[in-house]
């Protein structure tokens, strides 16, 4: 994603830090969010000072630091409301369970939790936890009851924990998190309201009792897109074939196998969608009478039928009023004529060709999106930041 500080300058930003050790980390995202001109304002809760120094933040970021409920030379003696009622947006970076757990339950014993309560902004979270902890149910209860109240949670990632540990709870790094504000200051709210249905992933057409026939695609690409929406403040529905992948927080998950059943799912939801983007490397077949038994080796030659699968997109895009359609072609040669002939076949304002060799499995990805005006290169970048691209660009579409 381009870099445009002019856009983020001059916002302000309330950074709340709990108490981890990924507070340290805090330090390096206030220089970095200061540095994009963001006027950040910090609180601490009692346990992040126990990690880090007020003094710190106040020396970053160049305004005071707040660690008190009771701060008597504030205003009317109401920081609680002062300090949430002046910013664009609140960060708690990094998010303990305990406080994740205070936020769910609408809980105000101390400053932060007080200012998050008595908000009227956007609220992101980085969650940051040894992998025990981010894995425990009521840690995942209190993560869903917040995405459900429209709190962003950003993260964590997977990998070796302060404790030795290795495992999901790392809070993400902090050039990673001001890439994430960026984005929320330019993007946040573009697609508020909106119902998303995405479809990632493959798809597995069973063979026999234990094998069956797939393709390559790993879902990154369409598990990007579903964040991207949700980060943009759709509400998104997620059909995902089987991947290996941590699928992201959507409003809806829908795990399925075979193509037929991704069209069951697609069907079920499509009435109430205003975006469709299907991403789904969806199987062209599938095995026309599937043997429930596993089928024995012999050395005679074995041959399988295959039968057409449904064209899902096509289906939705054929509909009396479609919702609005967005494709992907994954190509392995003369990828732009190809694109823009199933865009045409499909009848779509929207699709998005890459190369299958490049694409297919790879975190990066270089993507041409093909409309009615033409063709828009985007360059090859992490999957994500594609996703981003491609959801503002789907706005501004759609806006037409
Ligand atoms: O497979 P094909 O190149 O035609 O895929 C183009 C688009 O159509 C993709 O967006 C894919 O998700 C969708 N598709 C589908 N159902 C199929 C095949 C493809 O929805 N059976």
Not at 48 to 57: E, I, M, R, Y
Not at 220 to 242: C, F, H, I, N
Not at 302 to 330: K, R, T, Y
Request: net charge neutral; hydrophobic share 45%; aromatic share 4%.
């Amino acid at each position: 994603m381009t870099t445009c500080a002019s856009s983020v300058s001059k916002k302000r930003l309330l950074l709340g830090i709990t108490g981890g050790v990924a507070a340290y980390k805090a330090a390096e995202l206030a220089r970095l969010l200061t540095q994009e001109g963001i006027e950040v304002r910090t609180v601490m809760t009692k346990s992040a000072c126990h990690f880090v120094g007020p003094v710190t933040f106040q020396s970053l970021t160049g305004n005071p630091v707040y660690t008190d409920l009771w701060e008597t030379n504030a205003v009317n003696n109401m920081a609680h409301i002062n300090l949430s009622r002046h910013v664009d947006m609140i960060l708690v970076a990094p998010a303990s369970a305990d406080f994740i757990a205070r936020l769910a339950g609408g809980m105000a014993d101390d400053l932060l939790a007080t200012l998050c309560l008595a908000r009227d902004c956007p609220l992101i979270i980085a969650p940051a936890m040894n992998r025990q902890m981010w894995e425990n149910p009521a840690t995942q209860r209190n993560l869903s009851l917040l995405q459900r109240d429209g709190v962003r949670i950003i993260g964590p990632a997977s990998g070796e924990q302060a404790c030795g540990e290795i495992g999901m709870g790392r809070m993400l790094e902090a050039s990673e998190l001001v890439e994430m504000v960026r984005t929320a200051f330019q993007t946040g709210g573009l697609l508020q309201g909106k119902k998303v249905l995405v479809t990632a992933g493959p798809t597995f057409e069973a063979i026999d009792a234990v094998r069956g026939i797939t393709n390559k695609s790993s879902g990154k690409m369409g598990y990007a897109v579903a964040r991207a929406a949700v980060d943009a403040g759709a509400t998104v529905t997620l059909v995902s074939g089987p991947t290996c992948l941590v699928p992201p927080i959507v409003d809806k998950l829908i795990q399925v196998v075979s193509a037929e059943d991704m069209l069951h799912a697609v069907q079920a939801e499509i009435s109430q969608i205003d975006i469709f983007i299907s991403v789904a490397a969806v199987a062209d077949y599938r095995v026309a009478r599937v043997c429930q038994q596993k089928i024995k080796k012999s050395d005679k030659k074995l041959s399988i039928e295959l039968i057409p699968n449904p064209d899902i997109l096509m289906m939705v895009s054929s509909l009396p009023e479609p919702p609005f359609c967005v494709g992907f072609a994954a190509e392995t040669e003369d990828l732009e004529k190809n694109a823009e002939l199933k865009r045409r076949k499909k009848n779509l304002p929207l699709l998005v060709a890459n190369l299958a060799q490049d694409a297919i499995g790879s975190d990066e990805s270089e993507l041409i999106l093909l409309d009615g005006a033409g063709k828009h290169v985007l360059p090859k970048a992490s999957k994500m930041e594609q996703a981003r691209h491609l959801i503002k660009h789907i706005n501004s579409l759609y806006q037409q």
